[in-house]
């Protein structure tokens, strides 16, 4: 059960984080061959961007569904209990006091 929603988070959601980081990417790499004045700052600053972009879509595609899955194996995750938190939230009104209406603002 855990193992099927893990699946079905990463194939739902994959999509957007790879057009997201593929198009920062896409956008950085004029930078990494630029070879005016202030490519000495901005090679660096490009080449740890696209890095960082690069390691977190491959931590967020594959390794975050596969410690979920290790971790229902362990029973320390459950959908029920992730059903009753979400469903607790819902429930709730927003107000949970009515305004006092003897208050002056000044």
């Known amino acids: ?7 079905h988070a990463s194939r739902e959601g994959s999509w957007a ?10 956008w950085l790499l004029p930078l990494l061959s630029e070879k005016s004045l202030q490519a000495p700052i ?3 600053l490009a080449t740890s961007v696209v890095s ?4 977190s879509t491959i931590f967020l595609l594959l390794v ?3 410690l979920y899955t290790i971790l229902g194996d362990f029973g320390l995750t459950s959908v029920q209990a992730l ?5 607790a939230h819902t429930s ?10 003897d208050v002056k603002v000044s």
């Open 1 to 7: 059960m855990i193992a099927d929603a893990a699946r």
């Open 17 to 26: 984080v790879l057009i997201t980081s593929l198009s920062t990417i896409a």
């Open 42 to 44: 901005l090679i660096p």
């Open 52 to 55: 960082g972009m690069i390691a």
């Open 64 to 66: 975050v569904p596969f």
């Open 83 to 87: 059903d009753q938190d979400t469903s």
């Open 92 to 101: 709730r009104p927003i107000l949970t006091s009515k305004p006092k209406a």
